[in-house]
């Protein structure tokens, strides 16, 4: 696949997983990659001219804000290797001041290290970190309006005792759906992940109530036989079954960004085994043992 295919595999994905209210909009700079986009999304097998006028440059917003919104260009050899540059992401905003400006850089310096090596960069970026900022940005008081998003996440209460939930599903595909789960995971200050495909499998763990009001969102969208496996106390490990302290030490699910996305059971079977719970799976028949 070339690297400009690609590029518009992974617009194309972007584009289809857009909430209401988001907006992926391309400069003026940027309107070849407009009309090929349209292109590709009727027909992935699209003829690509040979010689594209300019990398794609485009700005992701909400619709009902102009106070803070990413400005987005992605480097000419972007998507030709897994490990190949990162987008250029600006922040922007109306009357935004040069600190706040700073301090929504920093964020998105942080959201771009975490998404090294993926296949999806931009996807991952825009869908776990870009757009969940914004609109958590957009729920605060206007007087605070501009402070990242971070800095917003629900207070984790020390004394509230820690609950994980387990999901599993025919499937899971849907953008949409995986966009709302990792955005509830952000808003909720819950770890966990999600497995895409065939079967879906979603788990998170934080709070009680924050894993509550979780599972009751999870379970308002439609599904296709959705089962909630559980929903309890996290369990203290004894030392006898509790995960080496050189590869799970103060560990949660998906630390490594709060909130992943596997693709193949066995990586499903390898988290939970590196929390020290990999029986809550094995024994529900999802995985085996090693």
């Not at 870009?130 to 996440?153: G, I, N, S, V, Y």
């Not at 009680?208 to 959705?226: C, H, T, Y």
């Not at 496996?229 to 949660?252: I, K, L, T």
Request: charged share 25%.
């Amino acid at each position: 696949m070339t690297s400009s295919r690609k590029t518009l595999e992974e617009l194309n994905l972007l584009k289809c997983s857009l909430l209401p209210g988001e907006l992926l909009e391309f400069v003026a700079d940027s309107t070849q990659w407009a009309d090929l986009l349209d292109a590709y999304a009727v027909d992935p097998d699209c003829d690509l001219p040979g010689d594209l006028e300019a990398p794609p440059h485009l700005q992701l917003k909400l619709e009902t804000s102009s106070d803070v919104w990413y400005d987005v260009t992605l480097p000419p050899d972007y998507g030709e290797a897994l490990e190949g540059r990162l987008p250029v992401i600006s922040v922007r905003g109306d009357n935004l001041g040069r600190a706040e400006q700073e301090r929504w850089q920093r964020v998105v310096a942080d959201a771009l290290e975490s998404v090294h090596g993926s296949e999806y960069p931009l996807y991952e970026l825009t869908s776990t970190h870009l757009f969940p900022q914004l609109h958590a940005a957009l729920d605060k008081p206007a007087t605070a309006r501009h402070e990242p998003a971070d800095k917003k996440r629900r207070p984790s209460n020390p004394t509230s005792p820690r609950y994980h939930a387990l999901f599993v599903s025919h499937h899971l595909k849907s953008p949409q759906k995986r966009r709302a789960l990792s955005q509830w995971a952000h808003e909720l200050a819950l770890a966990g992940f999600a497995k895409v495909g065939h079967p879906g499998v979603i788990y998170c763990e934080g709070a009680r109530a924050d894993v509550e009001d979780f599972v009751g969102r999870v379970k308002s969208m439609q599904w296709l036989a959705l089962r909630l496996r559980f929903v309890e106390p996290v369990p203290v490990p004894s030392s006898s079954d509790s995960p080496s302290s050189s590869s799970a030490e103060a560990e949660e699910p998906g630390q490594r960004g709060r909130w992943a996305e596997f693709e193949k059971v066995g990586e499903v079977v390898e988290e939970m085994r590196r929390l020290g719970r990999e029986s809550f799976v094995v024994e529900m028949g999802i995985g085996s043992a090693r």
